[in-house]
C-alpha cells in the first residue's frame, strides 16, 4: 500500500464547476499537508499549504485536512479551463530543516472544459 | 518564494553515456533537495544536498549512480551516470522557502534515454 494514495483521473468539469481533488494517506505523523499545480511540461508550483487539521482558503482555492479520517481536499471554486493542469498532493511528518522529505501522491489530472 | 532555473530543460542522451543537471537559485539556501518523477509515477527524492557535505541519499538511489555537488549555497549539480531508458525521467531542482514550511521547485530537466 503507498504511503499516499490519489486517484489519477483525468475528471472533467465544464467551466464554472466546483472541483474536488482528495487524498487519502496511511502515515498518522504527516502534519504538514501542500498541494502543488503541475502544468504540462512545467515543474510543480506551490498552491496551498496547512499544517494540522483544518481549513484554509485562498481565492478560489479552499484546502481541507481531516486527520482523523487520514484525508485531504482541495477544492476550486468557479473553475476555469486555465486551471487543466495536475493537481499532486505532498505531505511530510517535519519541516525542520535536514529532516523535512516529502512524500506525493501520483497527481490527479484535471481538465476543465470551455 | 526563491527563483530556481535549472539546465538542461530537456535532452536526449544515448544509453552508457552521463549527463549533468545544473540548478542555480537566486537566493542563498541552506537545504537543495533533488527528485525524479517518472512517467506516471509520483515525485520522489533522490537526495538532500547540503552546502559543505556529502548529499544524504534516499533508499534507491545511490551516489556512484547519481553523484551530487553542492560547492556554494546557490547551486547544485545532479550527474545521472551510464544512463539507460529507465533513467528517462524529470530530475526537479528544489529548495526550502523562505519561512522554512515548504519547498519550491525548478522547471524540471527532462531526460530521454534512447
Known amino acids: 500500500q503507498k504511503e499516499v494514495e490519489q486517484d489519477p483521473g483525468p475528471l472533467s468539469v465544464p467551466e464554472g464547476a466546483i472541483v474536488s481533488l482528495n487524498c487519502t494517506y496511511s502515515?498518522?505523523?504527516?502534519?504538514?499537508f501542500m498541494w502543488y499545480r503541475q502544468y504540462s511540461r512545467k515543474g510543480p508550483e506551490l498552491l496551498m499549504y496547512?499544517?494540522?487539521?483544518g481549513n484554509k482558503e485562498d481565492g478560489r482555492f479552499t484546502a481541507q485536512v481531516d486527520k482523523s479520517s487520514k484525508y485531504i481536499s482541495l477544492f476550486i471554486r468557479d473553475s476555469q479551463p486555465s486551471d487543466s493542469a495536475t493537481y499532486l498532493c505532498?505531505?511530510?511528518?517535519?519541516?525542520?530543516?535536514?529532516?523535512?522529505?516529502?512524500?506525493f501522491g501520483t497527481g490527479t489530472r484535471l481538465l476543465v472544459s470551455p | 518564494s526563491a527563483v530556481i532555473s535549472q539546465k538542461p530543460s530537456r535532452d536526449i542522451c544515448q544509453r552508457g553515456t552521463s549527463l549533468t543537471i545544473q540548478c542555480q537559485v537566486d537566493s542563498q539556501v541552506t537545504m537543495m533537495f533533488w527528485y525524479r518523477q517518472q512517467p506516471g509515477q509520483s515525485l520522489t527524492l533522490i537526495a538532500t544536498a547540503n552546502q559543505g557535505s556529502e548529499a544524504t541519499y534516499e533508499s534507491g538511489f545511490v551516489i556512484d549512480k547519481f553523484p551530487i555537488s553542492r560547492p556554494n549555497l546557490t547551486f547544485s549539480t545532479l550527474t545521472v551516470s551510464n544512463m539507460s531508458p529507465e533513467d528517462s525521467s524529470i530530475y526537479l531542482c528544489?529548495?526550502?522557502?523562505?519561512?522554512?514550511?515548504?519547498?519550491?521547485f525548478g522547471e524540471g530537466s527532462w531526460l530521454t534515454v534512447v
Open positions: 502515515n498518522s505523523a504527516f502534519q504538514y
Open positions: 505532498a505531505m511530510t511528518p517535519s519541516m525542520n530543516t535536514g529532516f523535512q522529505k516529502l512524500v
Open positions: 528544489s529548495v526550502d522557502g523562505p519561512s522554512g514550511n515548504t519547498i519550491y
Open positions: 496547512t499544517y494540522s487539521s
